[in-house]
C-alpha cells in the first residue's frame, strides 16, 4: 500500500503524501521522543523529518519499508539536535545487576496494553539514555526485529543488542528503585 501512495506523490498528488503522516506520524513522534525527551522538541523533529521525507522522496530506493527509511531520518534528526542543543548524555556504565528472568520482562514488555503501563514506560525510558530508550522503543513498542533496528539507527547488530541487553537492565532498576516494583510480572497481571 505505502508504494501506491509513493507512487502517487511522485506523480505529483502532494495530497497523498498526507496518508504516510497519518500512518507514521505517531511512530515517529515516539522515536523522536525516546532520544530528544521533550514534547515541543519531538514534535519539530518529526515535522523536520517529514519535510525532509518529502523533499528527498525521489531518493528513496524502495529497498527498505518506507517507515524504516523514515524512522531512519528521524533518528539522525533526533541525535542533530541533541548536538546542536549540546544535551547529549554521555552514557554511563552499565550496572552489574542481572535480571533473573529476561524472558519474562522481554514478554511483559511486548505484552503491555493499557494506558497506564503505557504511561509508566514512556516515563521510564524518559530517565534512559538516549540510545538505550531508542532501541527499547524500536524494539518493544514499535516491533521492529534487531535487523530492522540496525537500519534505522545505523547501529551494527552487536551494538543494539547491548543496548537492548543495558536498556532492559536499566529499565528494570527504574522501575525497581523509583518505582517500588520488583516483578514487573505481578504488575500487568
Excluded: C
Amino acid at each position: 500500500m505505502d508504494s501506491d501512495y509513493l507512487q502517487k506523490v511522485l506523480d505529483g498528488d502532494i495530497q497523498s503524501f498526507s496518508y504516510f503522516i497519518k500512518n507514521y506520524q505517531n511512530g515517529a513522534y515516539g522515536i523522536a521522543m525516546s532520544i530528544v525527551k521533550s514534547n515541543d522538541k519531538a514534535q519539530d523533529v518529526v515535522q523536520e523529518s517529514f519535510v525532509q521525507a518529502y523533499n528527498s522522496l525521489s531518493s528513496f530506493k524502495m529497498k527498505s519499508k518506507f517507515s524504516t527509511w523514515l524512522y531512519r531520518i528521524v533518528v539522525n534528526k533526533s541525535l542533530r539536535f541533541l548536538e546542536k542543543e549540546k544535551k547529549y548524555v554521555a552514557e554511563v556504565a552499565p550496572s552489574n545487576a542481572m535480571i533473573e528472568d529476561n524472558a519474562s520482562y522481554n514478554e511483559a514488555l511486548k505484552s503491555l496494553k493499557n494506558e497506564e503501563l503505557k504511561l509508566l514506560v514512556k516515563a521510564i525510558l524518559d530517565k534512559l539514555p538516549p540510545k538505550e530508550a531508542l532501541v527499547l522503543q524500536l524494539f518493544y513498542l514499535n516491533d521492529f526485529k534487531i535487523d530492522e533496528v540496525t537500519s534505522i539507527t545505523n547501529f551494527t547488530r552487536a551494538n543494539v543488542k547491548v543496548l537492548l541487553h543495558r536498556g532492559r537492565e536499566r529499565f528494570y532498576n527504574v522501575l525497581k528503585n523509583n518505582y517500588n516494583i520488583s516483578n514487573f510480572n505481578d504488575l500487568i497481571s
